[in-house]
């Protein structure tokens, strides 16, 4: 049944404001979502505990945490989590590398586009073995687009405790082949010699640019980078460019000093685990009300960090037909979350996992909305809460938009001067999106008089099929300084509904400015909200609302001459 649901554009509403001018998500959403959790969870996951944030781009909207039942009893660490309470965010790390490599790009400082090779001066004009480091750029490594290794240390199977690599049937070798530095019991931290030395035995899986495949090496080499440009060592940058300006005040690269805010799982955890060179790629603790104000900066910033860089842009596609990987973001596509229309959803995300932590942080740009989810404890725990609360939130947030544009946008319009006998008129539904039910211009019936003809040229055999006018919003103003005059496009959609088996139906390619005259864009409409009216500028025609007749099934809003 799914596949019969039509195609809307993306993206089909400007980015809400929540809780000011714009929608509002009811209470009772998030009291759904609580029960959902609490369904889930269902008494297991006594050694767990979570915090679960969602934030809008300006505020935290609400807050769950969960504490576990079953604590350490020599080191309990904190046994009520709330905000404050500090996990290891592990991978998300990657994350606060990358935006410190785009501040200093911003800052002229260094570029994206430079070898790795430009910032490892103990390897220029040396030999650095097989890997084609000189092809290798800080935008290549943020993206997982390097292909060198997974990992310098740890990974090993001879590092693996209770576990016999005989027992496998691989052979017999020494532990004297790894760097002590992690192989030894009681060696210091690997440190920036250690990876250097490492670096120059490995040979690559891919090429440059090739093929994405996940590396922590790629994020410990852009920490080296980062402290080449800065002259600062990487936790202090961090600290004094990222932490400090964004207030979040339990987050550290360091160990924290005490145990208050320490969430602490039963059995082994990382917590204390110092991991020197490689903390770009995942030592930063932090609470979930941190993450919420890193959120809601970069959901209001990603697109402005760095000239001619939205951070949110996928750099390759992963696994299967609907993951990406971004800088350094893990991106999926869904059209399976809406329950009225096939839009696909795009999750901005990054997760992190160390032993007793695991986390994720999801960002969605179209929504306006942030979450975090933070546990310490058992990894099955992380799949149940990413279900339970990010679908139900986005189906709400779905519901209560088009709610609010049915109630600020949709319905009829007449020409502001009376002699023009010119109207406008839309409907607005989750299904079919702000659709155009009647445009009349100087007495001419657009839809039924000439939509046909366009429709013939620009649909071709999917003109014998329905199809509608939608409106798409372009996310500009004509006044960016107010944000006022809020520009919107119209565009032909067919409803014709696609086969199972033709592969050539599902290739589709966006195209917002098909036609102009005299010069303006055909399809522009423009709503000036504070002044309620909308323009058409290559039409000439300013319209102001028609008095409203009848509202009907909650969203659809049909007024006098609407059909």
Known sequence: MHTELKMLPDPAFPVPTW???????????????EQLVEEAVNGSFKTSSFSVEVTSNTVTLW?????????????PGV???DSESQYRIASITKTFTTLAILYQHAAGNLSLDDSILDHLPELQG????TLPLKDITLRILASQ????PREFAFADVLLAGGVDPLDFGLPPVSRSVLNPCYSEPGAPECDRADLIHELIKMKP?????????????AFDLLGLAIESSTGLNYSTYIEKAIFAPLNMTFASLETPPNDDHAVLPVGGNYWGEEESVQRPTGGIYASSSDMSKYLRYVL???????????WFMPASWSTGMNTFYGMPWEIARSDKILLDSNRPVTLVTKGGALPGYFSIIVMLPEYGLGVTILVGGDSNLMPILEEAITVPLIRSAEAAIWENINTTIAGSYIATTPSLNSSFALEATPSSGLRLTTFISNSTDFLHDILPIIAGEFLGSDANTPYRIQLTPTLLYKNETTQSGEIWRMLLMSDHVKSKTNVWEYFCHTDVDPLSYAGLPINEVVFWHEKGIVELPAWKLTLEPAKVEERREGLIVQARGDL
């Open 300 to 310: 209001t910033h990603y697109n402005a960090i760095a000239k001619g860089i939205n």
């Open 126 to 129: 040396k030999d650095y073995g």
């Open 79 to 81: 046994t009520k989590v």
């Open 145 to 148: 687009l390097s292909g060198i």
């Open 205 to 217: 899986i891919f090429a440059p640019n090739q093929q994405s495949t996940y590396s922590n090496l």
């Open 63 to 75: 807050s769950y945490h969960r504490s576990a039942s079953i604590h350490d009893k020599k080191r």
């Open 19 to 33: 809780g000011k001018s714009g929608p509002t998500l009811p209470k009772s959403a998030f009291e759904a979502i």
